[in-house]
């Protein structure tokens, strides 16, 4: 069992930074492949970023490549994303997941889940 604890977001300016941080219970967080996900008001879930092992087998979605950065300590049991040069269609509700798919797109495929925390991005 993994509990997992969003934090970071709030509102910026378009072209600012914010970081994010997902806190994980348990003592097998090392063990998960850890994931970013977002929902904009009004849309399904997104895929954002994925990472396996600390700078080992990260991924990102098309919209935030060369912008965001997900890293992850093992020994803090967090993992983090750092959001560079945001835009207004960045805005959304974005959450933490772990699961066992390295690489993993689908929000399906992730077995736990944070509760969110809201980035809204004014233009």
């Known amino acids: 069992q993994v509990q997992l604890v969003e934090s970071g977001g709030g509102l910026v300016q378009a072209g600012g930074s914010l970081r994010l941080s997902c806190a994980a219970s348990?003592?097998?967080?090392?063990?998960?492949?850890m994931g970013w996900f977002r929902q904009p008001p009004g849309k399904e879930r997104e895929f954002v970023a994925t990472?396996?092992?600390?700078?080992?087998?990260?991924y990102y979605a098309d919209s935030v490549k060369g912008r965001f950065t997900c890293s992850r300590d093992n020994a803090k049991n967090t993992v983090y994303l750092q959001m560079n040069s945001l835009k207004p269609e960045d805005t959304a509700v974005y959450y933490c997941?772990?699961?066992?798919?390295?690489?993993?797109?689908?929000?399906?495929?992730?077995?736990?889940w944070g509760q969110g925390t809201q980035v809204t991005v004014s233009s």
């Open positions: 990472i396996s092992r600390p700078s080992v087998g990260m």
């Open positions: 997941a772990a699961g066992r798919m390295v690489g993993s797109r689908y929000p399906h495929e992730y077995s736990y």
């Open positions: 348990g003592r097998t967080f090392s063990s998960y492949v």
